[in-house]
């Protein structure tokens, strides 16, 4: 069974048209992650909340925001999505930071 | 910041035959972890090591925990088109940052 789960699978939106993407996880990890990958690169991390504390990557842009409103979900917010946007979106979820880190199957974004 | 090195980058191979990547960082690292991702979905968590040395199997797949704590392997054996996908290792430094590797991606020719 789905542990860590993202919705939608397959999105698609317009350029500068808002998007969230959701991600909600049944192991009561308290280290919830959101990672951004283009084709056949690494997962590269935005963010990550320990628990309800958000931590930013220092390159992550501003146009990219998380919401974390309980322990099973947290959120990703794409203000304002441009055409370099356009990627798969993982969610990923640890007991504690540096733990092995459990994924969901992605969200793939399209921006037309 | 930290980036770990796979090696190859790809890799195309007959059905059956065995299959060795690698893994290697400037830093040490306290663990080391191998994932595979297939088209489309979501890293899937293969093997995890935690200490030098340490060699640990999942079926016919084998990874190691290099002695100097810089680098991981790989293998694969008697290789099947379902094994066909990109693996990635990972892995926590001593400074607890996580950082995945470059991948490696395998063609299986049946």
């Known amino acids: 069974d789905a542990m860590v789960i993202q919705n939608p699978r397959y999105q698609v939106t317009q350029f500068g048209k808002p998007v969230t993407l959701s991600c909600s996880q049944t192991l009561n990890h308290n280290v919830m992650y959101w990672y951004q990958q283009k084709s056949s690169q690494a997962p590269k991390l935005l963010f990550h909340y320990y628990d309800k504390d958000f931590n930013n990557e220092a390159d992550t842009p501003d146009n990219f925001q998380s919401r974390r409103p309980n322990t099973s979900f947290c959120f990703l917010d794409i203000r304002s999505p441009g055409l370099g946007d356009a990627a798969m979106y993982l969610c990923?979820?640890?007991?504690?930071?540096?733990?092995?880190?459990?994924f969901g199957a992605g969200t793939r974004l399209s921006v037309l | 910041g930290q980036q770990l090195n796979q090696s190859p980058q790809s890799m195309f191979i007959q059905e059956g035959e065995d299959v060795s990547m690698n893994c290697t960082s400037s830093s040490i690292f306290n663990t080391w972890l191998w994932y595979k991702q297939e088209p489309g979905e979501g890293p899937v968590l293969l093997i995890a090591?935690?200490?030098?040395?340490e060699l640990t199997s999942n079926g016919r797949l084998t990874a190691q925990f290099g002695i100097t704590r810089k680098d991981s392997f790989l293998n694969i054996s008697a290789s099947i088109p379902s094994d066909v996908g990109i693996y990635f290792c990972?892995?926590?430094?001593?400074?607890?940052?996580?950082?995945f590797g470059t991948g490696t991606s395998l063609t299986v020719i049946p």
């Open positions: 990923a979820t640890s007991k504690g930071w540096g733990n092995i880190q459990y």
């Open positions: 090591l935690y200490k030098a040395g």
């Open positions: 990972a892995g926590e430094d001593t400074g607890n940052q996580f950082y």
